[in-house]
């Protein structure tokens, strides 16, 4: 692909899209446009990047966002709601801007869009995330635009405002470090620069209607990251187990104070629910080997480039 085409990315702020920038310029692309309607977000990003367009817009609503399609080799769709307390939030950054965003695909005839949705597609879990991601894949496989799917794992990595990067810095505060119950939760983390990898492959190659389960290689207990990350920081927090139903039961009053609380009963419930997702060799695939876990984390916590800049969730 010529490093001069035009790639416009939305929800480029977020976690993927500030490490996809940062992937796509150390491979020489020079001409995106990154379009967010998260204002605090989107000036880390303008400010790392003084080079990228930015554009602050809210996708769920027709405005002046939709002209910057126009002569766009590709678009990344990365926006989505991941966490929130309402319902309507999921419905309407998940599926209600989707569909506007694949309404000005369309009219501005982008031939070639990478989706990134989710694992949770394929979980046993029945939440407002599983059910709107479900739903905005649907809306893509049905847009009839060229295109090909990513569904990910949880994913760590610089910028991390929640998930990894909150447990991080969350651990680096406290002296005492909860864990759920026994702290047997297998989970599969996947690397963001591996993944971002992953997707720069399929911008350049555009495989026609593929969709791609992408998981961490690393299958490791939740108390296992918590034990690496406390490791690799060098902290001396002790780590103490809580039994699930009172952990439950704090989530859920800290939520009534919270209005965007970190961590929800929700989550919680997925952490629990035993899936293990099978993904494909991205090795094979696309060509990225997967760096190994503590050495991600070393780097995503540890490295002076992008560890100490953090989005606001």
Known sequence: MDPSAKIVLTGAAGLVGQNLIVELKE???????????HAHNLGIL??????VETVHADLAEPGPWQRTFDGAACLVQLHAQITGKHPELFVRN???????VLDAARASGIPYLV?????VVNSVAHDDYTETKKAQERLV???????????????????DPKHLGWLSRFMAKTPVFPIPGDG???RQPLYERDFCRCLVACVERRPDGAVYDVCGDTRIDYIDIIRTIKRV?????????????????????????SGKP??????LDALSAGDEFHGVDTAAVFGVRQTPFEDAVRESYCDPRYSSVVLQR
């Not at 496989?141 to 910028?159: E, K, Q």
């Open 184 to 186: 047997r939760y297998m």
């Open 27 to 37: 491979r020489g692309y020079t001409r995106l446009v990154a379009i967010d309607k």
């Open 115 to 119: 989706h990134i949705s989710s694992s």
């Open 141 to 159: 496989v049905d847009s009839g635009l060229r295109h090909c799917i990513l569904r990910p794992t949880l994913m760590f990595g610089w910028f």
């Open 46 to 51: 303008r400010r790392l990047h003084p080079d």
């Open 233 to 257: 920081k060098r902290l001396r927090t002790l780590i103490v187990r809580i039994p699930y139903g009172m952990f439950r039961v704090l989530l859920k009053t800290y939520a009534l104070f």
């Open 262 to 267: 970190p961590f929800t009963a929700a989550q």
């Open 94 to 100: 998940n599926v209600e801007a989707t569909r506007l």
